[in-house]
């Protein structure tokens, strides 16, 4: 006759209680909660958008279309006149003055520029970029952050910090209440003497 084997109960019990341990310890920990991290969910959060200015109020005078009569001052003998057209517009908004020249020389040369003049309130600053028919490169103005907002005085800014370029100042007012659109740009010598190289004369047309 087999004999009964007998466990006890307190053996069972701890058994039980040893394999739940070890099953729980296999278990992979339950992964931490991840916090998406905090920034801009949409492109205004990112690049906030930006109003008019004062600058653009000025530059919106400038707006219509012109006669232009543009004035090369050479270092020796007389001057040389040519004249043209420029449109002018306000662009993105009310942000930006796009302005289209067109010039006809005594040869019948016709010769296009654009300009693209922008004010940003945060620093008081004018910004010009003027390109053309005559090179590949940009010519870029800054001003430096003083506005009294009646006069544009724009200095010539290099793309290149190892190239300055030539140094140069624009001004820019309006004359015969609003008639008339006067850009003046003057080469600076060593000694900061300025000298008038070219002048635009721009009359607006009736009804512009």
């Known amino acids: 006759m087999k004999k009964r084997i007998v466990i006890p109960l307190v053996s069972i019990v701890a058994a039980a209680a040893l394999w739940s341990t070890v099953a729980r310890s296999q278990q992979p920990a339950p992964a931490a909660t991840q916090t998406a991290p905090a920034?801009?969910?949409t492109h205004a959060e990112y690049e906030p958008p930006t109003g008019p200015g004062a600058g653009q109020a000025?530059?919106?005078?400038?707006?219509?279309?012109?006669d232009v009569v543009k004035t090369f001052y050479r270092p020796t003998g007389d001057p040389v006149s040519t004249k043209g057209?420029?449109?002018?517009?306000m662009i993105q908004d009310g942000r930006f003055l796009q302005s289209d020249f067109t010039f006809v020389d005594a040869k019948g040369v016709k010769s296009t520029g654009t300009g693209i003049s922008g004010f940003e309130p945060?620093?008081?600053k004018f910004t010009t970029v003027w390109f053309d028919s005559h090179k590949t490169d940009f010519s870029i103005r800054q001003s430096d952050g003083t506005f009294d907002g009646k006069q544009i005085v724009l200095w010539a800014t290099s793309l290149d910090p190892d190239k300055p370029g030539r140094k140069s100042v624009a001004r820019a007012h309006l004359e015969d209440n609003g008639n008339v659109l006067v850009h003046t740009h003057y080469m600076i010598d060593e000694k900061g003497t300025?000298?008038?190289?070219?002048?635009f004369r721009m009359t607006k047309r009736?009804?512009?």
């Open 39 to 41: 920034g801009p969910k």
């Open 58 to 66: 000025l530059l919106s005078q400038f707006a219509g279309d012109w």
């Open 85 to 89: 057209e420029c449109i002018q517009r």
């Open 122 to 124: 945060k620093t008081n």
């Open 194 to 199: 300025e000298r008038k190289m070219i002048e």
């Open 206 to 208: 009736k009804g512009h």
